[in-house]
């Protein structure tokens, strides 16, 4: 037996925590040995449906109080599980379906188990010839006793935040989830006897799933899961419960921080919410924004809410879930560099005097990891050199599920280049300036889209985190970018010109150069991946 599903089903026979689900409508708390007897019977139904050691199984689902037990049942049966991305009331049905389908034949899935709220998909996938298995019939078997499972094989294919079109899949074996699931406790100073966890993420993202689902799972810690349509309908859900069950423990991107900063300042009064037992809250999945930080920490402090709460991360699916954490009880370190050698010179000098950029420090590797800095010939940089980061260790993948096959991810000697540019601190902490493929560059500068679009949405009438910097005449000898951004006031033509100026002007403000155009677009317009990232590829269409 893997020392993962070994270790999962003794915690479960062992822990004292609970499971809990349904809130706010209908609260369930549940034992995890509840969960692992569901889980028994769920294998029972795979099993009877011929699944099997080494088979793909998709999901479907949106309720946790079911994934959580089909999750464990599709691992007892030795079989790996792919989360499926969901649609939301914005998502092109028609669009979804062909990729979904496209995404299930590249996993060559056995089976694909849904339930509520994509019970209706049932008869499309039926139609295309596939296996299609609701848990409601699956939990009405008699339970299986797990088979045997070995550490190289394979529990998640998660698919990665850009898989349309040509879809990817992120293989985690059991191996890397427990390599990660024990460094990232480490990190976090976990404390299963005292920690209550408090989650909404979407279980068909790397962090939602895999950090705050499987893991907890694993180890039988306490957890409090939400879906994210729950946090979306009132962000205020999010403090309720870490109030309610004492919550310890939380994480979400930058753009939830944001949001729940504006709903305590506008709709919660001071005391209202207790957030002072929060002792971790991690902000990860994308770039952190230091005044974003400021700003919680602002809205957060009538609620109890600790600053050195805060704990920016660095993370991927590539390496199951986590590369670093900042350090416990410090709070977030920005570290002020000058934006001119920063950009001209791909040096990070620090300096508080002229023209600066401040950045999040996210923390030394966790243990197992190794992470290091290459410029473009592939040679290590010094402290304060910004070149690729690269990270191997135990927790990172071997590859991916293509529609083209199996894809190496790490080169000859292990390492994984994750795409980012960044840097290293003199004492080894990384440091993230933006993803390689989307950096400007004009005149030997580099110039970094999260600095247009944080400018960008400093603009009255610019929708939250409604921002996108679009790269235009890549690779010429003269680069430039567009600027989009949503805004509810779309119609009116005398908003849109003062919008469009605006917005020129605080991006010329910030980075020297100004946008070739700026589109003012509706809402719902700006594309973005199922956990919320910007799709910057995605978004040419809008503004050439």
């Known amino acids: 037996m893997s020392q993962f599903t070994e270790t999962m089903f003794d915690n479960a026979a062992r822990s004292t925590r609970s499971f809990i689900t349904g809130e706010p409508d209908a609260p369930r708390r549940e034992s995890w040995a ?55 009331p914005r998502t092109d049905l028609v669009r979804w379906a062909d990729e979904t389908t496209g995404v299930i034949r590249m996993l060559a899935a056995k089976a694909v188990v849904i339930s509520e709220p994509f019970l209706a998909a049932a008869p499309v996938l039926i139609g295309l ?8 019939e699956l939990l009405a078997h008699a339970p299986a006793r797990p ?121 919660a009064t001071p005391g209202q919410f207790d957030l002072s037992s929060l002792r971790w809250a991690l902000s990860g999945a994308e770039q952190v924004d230091p005044l974003d930080v400021t700003d919680l920490c602002d809205a957060g402090a009538p609620f109890g809410l600790r600053p050195e709460a805060i704990v920016p991360a660095y993370g991927m699916a590539e390496t199951t879930v986590a590369v670093s954490f900042s350090e416990c009880a410090r709070g977030m370190v920005v570290d ?13 000098v620090p300096t508080t005097k002229g023209h600066t950029r401040r950045l999040v420090s996210l923390g030394k590797p966790l243990p197992g990891l190794e992470l290091r800095v ?33 894809l190496a991810a ?24 933006g993803r390689l493929k ?27 985190g409604c921002a996108v910097a679009v790269r235009l005449d890549a690779g010429l000898s003269r680069e430039t970018f567009a600027v989009a951004v949503e805004c509810k006031d779309f119609g009116d033509e005398e908003e849109v010109r003062r919008v469009e100026r605006q917005v020129a002007h605080e991006v010329f403000a910030e980075v020297d150069v ?31």
Not at 129 to 136: A, I, K, P, R
Not at 336 to 348: G, I, K, Q, T, W
Not at 410 to 431: A, C, K, N, P, S
Request: glycine share 10%; charged share 20%; hydrophobic share 45%.
């Open 34 to 88: 509840q969960v692992h007897e569901r889980a028994a019977r769920i294998a029972g139904g795979l099993a009877a449906a011929g699944v099997g050691a080494g088979d793909a199984v998709a999901v479907l689902a949106g309720a946790p109080v079911e994934i959580a037990p089909t999750a464990q049942g599709i691992w007892m049966r030795g079989a790996s599980l792919t989360m499926l991305h969901q649609p939301t």
């Open 129 to 136: 010839g596939l296996t299609v298995l609701t848990v409601e």
């Open 147 to 267: 088979v045997t499972t070995y550490d190289d094989d394979v529990a998640l294919m998660q698919l990665t935040s850009g898989s349309t079109g040509s879809p990817k899949a992120v293989q985690i074996t059991h191996a890397n989830i427990v390599a990660n699931a024990h460094a990232m406790t480490t990190g976090c100073h976990f404390d299963l006897d005292t920690d209550v966890i408090v989650s909404w993420l979407p279980c068909f993202h790397d962090m939602g799933m895999t950090g705050y689902l499987t893991v907890p799972m694993y180890f039988g810690a306490e957890l409090v899961k939400v879906t994210p349509m729950d946090f979306l309908r009132d962000a205020l859900l999010w403090a309720r419960l870490i109030d309610t069950y004492r919550g310890t423990m939380t994480a979400a991107p930058n753009f939830a921080y944001n949001l729940l900063a504006k709903r305590l300042r506008r709709q």
């Open 336 to 348: 002020e560099v000058d934006a001119d050698l920063l950009a001209l010179l791909h040096r990070a």
């Open 374 to 406: 290459v410029d473009e010939d592939g040679a290590e940089m010094p402290a304060r050199g910004v070149g690729v980061i690269e990270v191997r260790g135990p927790a990172v993948t071997a590859g991916y599920v293509t529609v083209g096959g199996f």
């Open 410 to 433: 790490q080169d000859e000697r292990g390492w994984y280049d994750t795409g980012d540019l960044g840097y290293l601190t003199d004492t080894g902490e990384v440091v993230v300036c």
């Open 438 to 464: 989307d950096v400007i560059i004009m005149a030997g500068r580099n110039i970094y889209p999260t600095d247009i679009e944080r400018a960008a949405g400093r603009v009255t009438g610019v929708r939250p």
């Open 514 to 544: 100004r946008p070739r155009h700026v589109r003012v677009l509706e809402p719902g317009m700006i594309p973005k991946t199922p956990s919320g990232k910007l799709r910057r590829g995605h978004a040419l269409s809008l503004v050439s």
